[in-house]
């Protein structure tokens, strides 16, 4: 059973760069689609970027393309998600989520494991 830890969010300046970790145990890890999701207060949990088994492409919501880069790396069971030319609108807890399969995943319902979330807080 694979279990998500996220870290790296803080408090940074608008046009700042951040780099947040989704590091996930078990070993059936390079076999599942990891999605990174965001929750900004008040707002529905939205979807961020998703990036397939292989790690080949990552697919992304259309606020982040160019700014965000998600990338995976299996040998060390990890997820990232880093992030350029921040904004404060990108203010939200980040949550990174996996499931088994080799498709892309778009919505909170298609995955079944969650992280508890890391802060990331863009001054203007």
């Known amino acids: 059973q694979v279990q998500l830890v996220e870290s790296g969010g803080g408090l940074v300046q608008a046009g700042d760069s951040l780099r947040l970790s989704c590091a996930a145990s078990g070993r059936t890890f390079s076999s599942y689609t990891v999605g990174w999701f965001r929750q900004a207060p008040g707002k529905e949990r939205e979807f961020v970027a998703a990036i397939g088994w292989s790690g080949s492409s990552g697919h992304y919501a259309d606020s982040v393309k160019g700014r965000f880069t998600i990338s995976r790396d299996n040998d060390k069971n990890t997820v990232y998600l880093q992030m350029f030319s921040l904004k404060p609108e990108d203010t939200a807890v980040y949550y990174c989520?996996?499931?088994?399969?080799?498709?892309?995943?778009?919505?909170?319902?298609?995955?079944?494991?969650w992280g508890q979330g890391t802060q990331v807080t863009v001054s203007s």
């Open positions: 989520a996996a499931r088994a399969g080799v498709s892309y995943y778009y919505t909170t319902d298609q995955y079944d494991r």
